[in-house]
């Protein structure tokens, strides 16, 4: 027997997954948001676009947009005692409504 692979995308398979009215690629309007730095943003997962994923460990965390990298931004999260730095497409984020 072949070690077990504990990639990237392990243990997330009902994570990754869409109900069936929500299949296919997200609306163009979800792929151009725009955050402005010092925005509360949610780390929310569109499991249908890969690039620019963060890890799922982050998944349901609020952030504080820093800058932008690109098209992505930059992204501080308070995890265990110690600030990450993320960089996220916009499509995996969305407005922090508090």
């Known amino acids: 027997m072949g070690r077990r692979s504990f990639g990237f ?39 249908s676009i890969r690039r620019g994923m963060p890890h799922r460990r982050y998944q349901g965390k609020v952030g504080v947009v820093m800058g932008r990298r690109g098209e992505a931004y930059l992204v501080d999260i308070k995890l265990g005692g110690k600030t990450k730095h993320l960089i996220v497409l916009p499509v995996h984020l969305k407005k922090h409504s508090g």
């Open 9 to 47: 995308l392990y243990r997330s398979r009902d994570f990754l997954s869409k109900t069936p009215r929500e299949r296919g690629r997200p609306s163009p309007a979800k792929l151009l948001k725009e955050f402005e730095v010092g925005d509360k943003v949610v780390i929310d997962v569109e499991p």
